[in-house]
């Protein structure tokens, strides 16, 4: 079945370390790719999209994504992560000429002061 | 600034009610969806609507049904409310084939 995998659920982090969340798909045509967070208490929220062009994608808060399109992958990265970044990380991926979006499971992401 | 409203943030029922959760966007939005939030499981596409009295079924349909008579307004029926019907619902729109944006959820316990 068609899908879209996050392979980490929990991540425990201090300030200062450099983040990669991991998100693989299995569609095999053209794609439209997002991250969305989710902070305590808070709606999901848009973090960065890639729908074409360069494959590095820069977002809000200092987050890029990369797509590698031989990998299937969309992976989240920020350099050095803050207590604030505590949260919860969605990929999901838009299929090509479908309007819906298919969401991973989340990483739970959690900076320790 | 896209605004996506819940009628609701938390909600408790009992089993066997009808429960009607609303949801309303303020951007003329083609699309709707409504989504159930479970830990682990991430989002799970429950129906959307790309046009007025328009609706196609998501992933797990079976035991909602929903309801869109204007553009703005996108609402999910729990035809007879179970326990395992217990979860945060979120309600997005958008403008194909952009990103969606989402409301603040409802959380809904069924006792």
């Known amino acids: 079945a068609q899908s879209v995998s996050q392979h980490n659920h929990h991540v425990i982090l201090s300030e200062a370390a450099s983040l990669e969340l991991g998100c693989n798909y299995s569609y095999g045509g053209t794609v439209n790719l997002f991250w969305y967070v989710q902070y305590p208490g808070q709606h999901l929220q848009l973090l960065l999209k890639?729908?074409?062009?360069?494959?590095l994608v820069k977002g809000i808060k200092g987050f890029e994504a990369e797509f590698i399109k031989s990998k299937f992958s969309f992976n989240l990265r920020k350099p050095s992560v803050q207590w604030s970044d505590t949260a919860e990380y969605f990929c999901a991926v838009n299929p090509e000429y479908g309007n819906k979006l298919v969401f991973g499971a989340g990483t739970i992401l959690r900076v320790k002061s | 600034d896209v605004k996506v409203t819940q009628s609701s943030r938390y909600l408790v029922k009992r089993t066997g009610e009808k429960v009607f959760l609303e949801c309303v966007q303020d951007m003329d939005h083609e699309n709707m969806f409504w989504y159930r939030q479970d830990p682990g499981l991430g989002l799970r596409l429950i129906y959307f609507s790309y046009d007025v009295k328009m609706k196609e079924k998501g992933d797990i349909p079976e035991g909602y049904s929903v309801s869109r008579e204007k553009k703005e307004r996108f609402s999910l029926i729990l035809e007879s409310a179970s326990t395992n019907q217990t979860s945060m619902y979120l309600c997005?729109?958008?403008?194909?084939?952009?990103?969606?944006?989402f409301g603040p959820g409802t959380r809904l316990t069924v006792t």
């Open positions: 997005a729109s958008s403008l194909f084939p952009y990103e969606q944006y």
């Open positions: 890639y729908f074409s062009g360069d494959p």
